[in-house]
């Protein structure tokens, strides 16, 4: 399986971005996609998730009611709408997949795209 992650770019602080996953090869059945972020210097932590289904999500405090995260099967597509965007939120932004395990926890995610940064200026 390969995760391509794009869509990053520069905005100013208060604008939007949309981050797309797009999963390729021998897809897996029933996994769960997620959005990690890693700042110069930080930890890589946990944006949001989305089921398999979609019909379950969950956000990190910091981007809660700012991002949504959607999906759709068909087109193999994970995306991540970020509003309201503010210079915290700077990061290189990755997407990962699992079948199991934590979704707060990276080590748990066998799949994972190659990154894409997102500059917020002030």
């Known amino acids: 399986v390969q995760l391509q992650a794009s869509g990053g770019g520069l905005v100013q602080a208060g604008g939007s971005l949309r981050l797309s996953c797009v999963a390729s090869?021998?897809?897996?059945?029933?996994?769960?996609t997620s959005w990690f972020r890693q700042a110069p210097g930080k930890e890589r932590e946990f944006v949001a998730c989305?089921?398999?289904?979609?019909?379950?999500?969950y956000y990190s405090d910091s981007v809660k009611g700012r991002f949504t995260i959607s999906r759709e099967n068909a087109k193999n597509t994970v995306s991540l709408q970020m509003n309201s965007l503010k210079p915290d939120d700077t990061a290189v932004y990755y997407c990962?997949?699992?079948?199991?395990?934590?979704?707060?926890?990276?080590?748990?995610?066998?799949?994972w795209g190659q990154g894409t940064q997102v500059t917020v200026s002030s």
């Open positions: 990962a997949a699992q079948r199991s395990g934590s979704i707060y926890d990276s080590s748990d995610y066998a799949y």
């Open positions: 090869g021998c897809t897996p059945s029933r996994y769960t």
């Open positions: 989305i089921s398999w289904s979609g019909d379950i999500t």
